[in-house]
């Protein structure tokens, strides 16, 4: 019979890390726990099939890829049961969420070889005996190490873009959804089995630094600022690069011309899909004087329709046990601090779910406003223009995405905004956009995956000079003469002393 644990915490038994419902408790699944020693065979594994992988080139690598898509989009109603079992998300979530890392594999499959292959540079005159050529070789081995809230969509946008350069991966899921990194693996092994290109190891944070340290060429990491510092700092001993996306605490900015009905139900759905458990989600509104009330209103009236529960509820279950702890503190020191809740409040935590909180007035010196909740709580605070939301909003030391909601000014205002990503009259829309980086700053990381500059993340740029000719300025060379040198001088003069 099926044992019954608290929900949602990942133990390890006899050798095997056990996944289970956030919900229920009931075990999801089982997966092998490695050890260090595992990571490192794991790492020389992917290593040796990296230079197969590699050595398919682009167009190669493209049709496996594609094979990988198809198979992902044929079995999507599959993984989406996966992760919703696992994790505890909806399953209309989770099927959003998977043809989202759709898109991305089959735009870094299809992309790769334009931003990343060999091409013609510009030379400049004072080099022009030479052609200048740049090309983005794979780095060769790429750990991935990935968050829970989105087990589909947050790893593929390294992975994918990783393969797409020619590198072999080695990921390390969290060990709250194991299965679902399992699955993903496992998939893309049946469309490639020549070559173990794709490892998965499973475990907890040390396995994780264990893959920091294990010789690979870059990581990527997602997850809280706190974990990423830790990340960089292992990574510091071997030079490894790394790629981090490490939170955040995103505002919305309802600007006074802003369609309210627009703004409202794209803010319940950035602040509240996935039960607030988004890195991107939206966790505070600015919302200027004129419109606030009737904002709040029609915020309150969405929120207040969504229904809680494990299936076929728009809010699932949090997935994490002790966030719920830190929910709780939030909400309660948000009302002690004189905060007020227009929905839910302090008996929103309701283990384990937690119900829509809507809190009003929240002074900005709180917890609440200046740290992340990852629950499905918001803070809507007015402010007299937009100025004022600018600079709250930009009073954190994060910085990953945003929202404005308005029509003059609404793209002057999320340019102003600190921030890797805005979005203008929509939410969380950017990390869909395949043609785009995703990725933040301060707190919030850096680096950034998706997109062309995405795809050059996971690849060494390599610039060669050809000669192509006799050099008519001698300049890097013994054998110059002190005419070759009064040439050097004129020509400089001619080309750069104008005054302008």
Not at 21 to 28: D, K, N, R
Not at 133 to 138: D, N
Not at 319 to 326: A, E, G, R
Not at 368 to 393: H, K, S, W
Request: charged letters at 20%; glycine letters at 12%.
């Amino acid at each position: 019979m099926t044992a019954v644990r608290v929900p949602g915490a990942p133990v390890i038994e006899d050798g095997w890390l056990v996944s289970t419902s956030p919900a229920t408790g009931v075990e999801v699944a089982r997966v092998p726990a490695a050890d260090p020693a595992d990571v490192t065979r794991a790492v020389a594994r992917a290593r040796e099939a990296g230079l197969w992988w590699a050595g398919l080139g682009f167009t190669g690598r493209r049709e496996r890829l594609l094979r990988w898509r198809g198979l992902l989009a044929r079995r999507i109603e599959e993984l989406a049961e996966l992760v919703h079992a696992e994790g505890g998300k909806p399953v209309g979530d989770a099927v959003v969420e998977i043809l989202t890392a759709i898109e991305h594999i089959d735009w870094a499959a299809r992309n790769a070889g334009r931003v990343l292959g060999s091409r013609r540079v510009r030379s400049r005159v004072i080099l022009a005996e030479f052609s200048a050529h740049l090309e983005y070789q794979p780095y060769g081995v790429v750990g991935m190490i990935g968050p829970w809230n989105y087990p589909v969509f947050t790893p593929i946008g390294s992975i994918a873009y990783a393969l797409a350069a020619g590198n072999a991966v080695v990921f390390k899921p969290s060990e709250y959804t194991p299965m679902v990194g399992q699955w993903l693996a496992d998939s893309f092994a049946e469309v490639v089995p020549e070559q173990p290109v794709f490892n998965v190891v499973h475990g907890f944070g040390d396995i994780g630094a264990a893959l920091c340290r294990s010789g690979v060429d870059k990581v990527a990491f997602t997850g809280s600022a706190a974990t990423a510092k830790k990340v960089m700092g292992a990574c510091a001993a071997t030079l490894t690069p790394v790629l981090l996306e490490a939170g955040g605490k995103d505002a919305m900015i309802v600007d006074s011309d802003a369609d309210l009905d627009a703004a409202a139900e794209a803010c319940v759905w950035g602040a509240l899909t996935n039960a607030g458990q988004t890195c991107i989600g939206i966790e505070r509104v600015y919302a200027v004087e004129p419109v606030f009330d009737a904002f709040v209103a029609k915020v309150v009236e969405r929120a207040g329709r969504l229904t809680v529960g494990a299936d076929g509820a728009d809010i699932g279950p949090i997935t994490m046990p002790h966030q719920l702890d830190v929910i709780r503190r939030h909400i309660d020191d948000a009302l002690a601090q004189g905060g007020r809740a227009a929905l839910g409040g302090a008996d929103a935590v309701r283990p384990p779910y937690v119900h829509p909180t809507v809190l009003l007035d929240v002074p900005e010196d709180s917890i609440a406003v200046r740290e992340e909740t990852f629950g499905p709580t918001l803070i809507v605070n007015r402010v007299r223009d937009a100025d004022e939301a600018i600079d709250r909003a930009n009073a954190l030391p994060y910085g990953l995405g945003g929202s404005v909601f308005g029509r003059r000014r609404a793209v002057a205002i999320a340019r102003r905004l600190r921030s890797g990503m805005a979005a203008v009259n929509s939410t969380l829309s950017f990390a869909g956009m395949s043609t785009l980086p995703f990725g933040g700053v301060g707190e919030s990381g850096f680096g950034r995956i998706h997109g062309e500059d995405g795809l050059r993340e996971f690849g060494r740029p390599k610039a060669i000079t050809r000669r192509r000719g006799p050099s008519l300025l001698p300049a890097m060379t013994f054998e110059r003469t002190a005419t070759d040198v009064a040439r050097l001088v004129k020509v400089a003069k001619l080309l750069y002393g104008r005054r302008r």
